[in-house]
């Protein structure tokens, strides 16, 4: 079983930049597609970006096009987010999550980590 370890979350300006980490234990990321959501009180868990299994692909939503990069490091066993020009409205708990196949649907990616939270400040 994979367990996933959001960091990098915090407080920052809008227009500012802050770069999650995602690490993994217990297994490897090799095998799996990984995925960012973020997840307001109130509301659905949202897709961020994905990536495919060996960096061939990636996948955002519109309103993080061009603002927002996915990265994987297979052999650290680790995903990033870079997340550029932050906006008011990216505020939310930013989760990782891994899926054995290529979704972008919450409820496909079997395995999740806690969260971080991300507050971007007008």
């Known amino acids: 079983q994979v367990q996933l370890d959001e960091s990098g979350g915090g407080l920052v300006q809008a227009g500012g930049s802050l770069r999650l980490s995602c690490a993994a234990s217990?297994?490897?990321?090799?095998?799996?597609?990984m995925g960012w959501f973020r997840q307001v009180p109130g509301k659905e868990r949202e897709f961020v970006a994905r990536?495919?299994?060996?960096?061939?692909?990636?996948r955002y939503t519109d309103s993080v096009k061009g603002r927002f990069t996915i990265a994987r490091d297979n052999a650290k066993n680790t995903v990033a987010l870079q997340m550029n020009s932050l906006k008011p409205e990216d505020t939310a708990v930013y989760y990782c999550?891994?899926?054995?196949?290529?979704?972008?649907?919450?409820?496909?990616?079997?395995?999740w980590g806690h969260g971080t939270q991300v507050t971007v400040s007008s």
């Open positions: 217990g297994g490897t990321i090799r095998n799996y597609h």
């Open positions: 999550a891994a899926a054995q196949i290529v979704t972008l649907l919450a409820n496909e990616y079997r395995y």
């Open positions: 990536i495919t299994w060996q960096n061939e692909f990636t």
